[in-house]
């Protein structure tokens, strides 16, 4: 009898997805993507999802998935021994790209107070710190900004990733796509907006039903700060009120865009 030939079996690619400081959204938006989550799992080797499984390993992977900030003395030392595993670290939404809403008071010097303000004198289990992104302690090879991050960017990111291709970074703001959507300009109308300073990916999602951008993907790092802000105080909107909605979501990485801005 001929021999039969051995098919040669390719090792799955190992993945990990963990969380951090932040709501957990886009690890659900994952879990929730039932059209897509067992292409998933038929195309790479889920190592370690908390959400999904209660039995992580802690292993060498190939890509992490890494959403929430880091804002504790132990998720410090946790971001560091997964980034030490992983060839590919990716930060997925906001909380890890930018530092999240936790972080919309970002290098203000006031952490301790506010921390005592709302803590009291407790003992903690584990040191807090003040809410930073993810690559403010380890390097970040990708990122996919979100709250929550788009499915279809997720998956065409992954897909990419396991096939050995670099993902494509988004350059163009909410604007762009909202006016490949054809809405009214908010800021023709002398409303607040920040779709021209904000990362584009959402669709444009908040204009399409009637809301204004409040930059929850993160800063655009083209977008005329200084020029916008003055435009928005011209319509009667105080700049103390400009700037907390900017910091809102931008975090610490708005930060490099807004320092030299003068608003009085």
């Known amino acids: 009898m001929a021999e039969q030939k051995k098919e040669k079996v390719v090792a799955k690619p190992r993945v990990g997805i963990y969380g951090f400081t932040g709501c957990a959204g886009d690890q659900l938006l994952i879990i929730h993507s039932e059209d897509q989550l067992l292409k998933l799992f038929n195309a790479v080797d889920i190592r370690s ?7 992580p390993v802690e292993e060498e992977i190939d890509v992490a998935l890494i959403e929430g900030s ?27 790209v930018s530092g999240g809403p936790q972080a919309m008071f970002a290098a203000d010097g006031e952490f301790a107070s506010r921390l005592k303000q709302v803590y009291g004198e407790v003992k903690f289990i584990t040191d807090p710190i003040e809410a930073t992104p993810i690559d403010a302690h380890v390097t970040v090879d990708y990122y996919l900004p979100g709250c929550p991050i788009s499915q279809s960017q997720t998956f065409a990111l992954l ?15 909410v604007c762009h796509e909202c006016k490949m959507n054809e809405n009214h300009c908010l800021l023709v109308e002398k409303s607040f907006c920040l779709g021209s300073l904000t990362m584009g990916g959402c669709g444009s999602a908040c204009i399409n039903n009637g809301l204004p951008c409040v930059g ?30 900017a910091r809102n979501y931008g975090g610490h990485k708005i930060l490099q865009y807004i320092k030299d801005i003068k608003m009085r």
């Open 159 to 173: 897909s990419r990733l396991i096939h050995g291709a670099a993902p494509d970074e988004i350059s163009h703001p």
């Open 49 to 55: 999802f908390v959400m999904a499984s209660s039995q």
């Open 70 to 96: 880091i804002s504790t003395e132990e998720e410090k030392a946790h971001i560091k021994e997964i980034r030490n595993r992983a060839k590919v670290l990716v930060a997925i939404g906001n909380c890890a």
């Open 216 to 245: 929850c993907w993160g800063p655009n790092r083209d977008g005329n700060f200084g020029s916008i802000f003055k435009l928005l105080t011209s319509f009667g909107i105080g700049t103390d009120d400009i700037m907390r909605r």
